[in-house]
């Protein structure tokens, strides 16, 4: 079983819908949750961090995280055509001489216009 | 990028043969990350640098070894490539050694034929 699971995708909804995308993981031991976008052939760049539980709001995205479920999400509000990409989350905790990152494998999302 | 470029961007090569790609930034970060991408796996930590010398393995480290002579530079060596290294290859960095602050380059397209 995998850390963390993220549903693949893809995702295809019309412009101006809202987005859910979606993360379990099994580690509780996971403390700072992070959601990534990542256009085609590009490196990942973050979008969204969190340390603890409840929602966290950046325009028109909102990272949530529910540490007793062990899940995180992240909503896109008015979604637009420039947000298609994949959708990476997340997970660390600390330890060692660096913070490591345990990804999801990505959410394909297109956004028509 | 973030100050970060990646070279070569993209490189085949035949089984058996070494290859080195190289990360250089120019932001004086401490830590640098390598970290691969595959369909189904995400993205996989490889090694990282904590510092000119300091190194250490992340999760997928057979078959590399890293190298790191100054702090601007990160070098990534596959020692002898095989098949299941064709992958697609990210630099990150990072000032802190949080995950909040790793921000990666534009990644290496590697085919090992």
């Known amino acids: 079983q995998k850390e963390v699971e993220q549903d693949p995708g893809p995702l295809s909804v019309p412009e101006g819908a809202i987005v859910s995308l979606n993360c379990t993981y099994s580690n509780s031991a996971f403390q700072y949750f992070m959601w990534y976008r990542q256009y085609s052939r590009k490196g990942p760049e973050l979008l969204m961090y969190?340390?603890?539980?409840g929602n966290k709001e950046d325009g028109r995205f909102t990272a949530q995280v529910d540490k007793s479920s062990k899940y995180i999400s992240l909503f896109i509000r008015d979604s637009q055509p420039s947000d298609s990409a994949t959708y990476l989350c997340?997970?660390?905790?600390?330890?060692?001489?660096?913070?490591?990152?345990?990804f999801g494998t990505g959410t394909l999302l297109a956004v028509q216009p | 990028d973030a100050g970060i470029t990646q070279s070569p961007r993209h490189k085949v090569t035949e089984t058996g043969t070494p290859v080195t790609l190289r990360c250089h930034q120019t932001e004086n970060h401490r830590y640098m990350y390598w970290y691969r991408q595959d369909p189904g796996h995400g993205l996989r930590l490889i090694h990282y640098s904590y510092g000119v010398k300091d190194t250490d393995k992340g999760e997928v480290s057979d078959g590399y070894s890293v190298s790191r002579s100054k702090t601007e530079d990160f070098l990534l060596t596959l020692e002898s490539a095989t098949s299941s290294q064709t992958s697609v290859y990210f630099c990150?960095?990072?000032?802190?050694?949080?995950?909040?602050?790793?921000?990666f380059g534009p990644g290496t397209r590697l085919t090992v034929l």
């Open positions: 990150a960095i990072s000032e802190t050694g949080r995950t909040d602050t790793q921000y």
């Open positions: 997340a997970m660390s905790y600390p330890g060692g001489a660096t913070n490591k990152l345990i």
């Open positions: 969190t340390y603890s539980s």
